[in-house]
Nanobody, 131 residues
Framework: VQLVESGGRLAQAGGSLKLSCTGS?????????AAWFPQAPGKAREGISS?????????YYADTMRGRVAISADDAKSTISLEMNTLKPDDTAVYFC???????????????????????WGRGVQVTVSS
């Protein structure tokens, strides 16, 4: 199983960008859920968004990011994407993509964006937002 993030770059505050996470070495149909976790310098990884492929693509967002990010899945490309808008300097972090093949049904939002739920991780991609 390999996950590779892309799309990280230097961006201006107020701007937008799109991160992608492409998987290989497995069937995307086996993915239970996927999520994005930014990690700022000196801080723990914090889940900001998740998509539950076992529940028809149900989406979950951290309160701090609701309205500014959108997660999506493209089965044909084995890709999970995260669109970020109205960027802030505080969004500066390494963004990790993660997936689980475990079945997820009736799981609450906090659990869906908890890093402990996910077994497979990408290496991360740097997002830097300048003011």
């Amino acid at each position: 199983v390999q996950l590779v993030e892309s799309g990280g770059r230097l961006a201006q505050a107020g701007g937008s960008l799109k991160l992608s996470c492409t998987g290989s070495g497995f069937s995307f149909a086996d993915v239970g859920s996927a999520a994005w976790f930014p990690q700022a310098p000196g801080k723990a990884r914090e889940g900001i968004s998740s998509i539950n492929l076992n529940e028809g693509g149900r989406r979950y967002y951290a309160d701090t990011m609701r309205g500014r990010v959108a997660i999506s899945a493209d089965d044909a490309k084995s890709t999970i994407s995260l669109e970020m808008n109205t960027l802030k300097p505080d969004d500066t972090a390494v963004y990790f993509c993660a997936m689980t093949f475990n079945f997820n049904l009736g799981v609450g939002r906090q659990a869906m964006i908890h890093p402990g739920r996910y077994q497979h991780w990408g290496r991360g991609v740097q997002v830097t937002v300048s003011s």
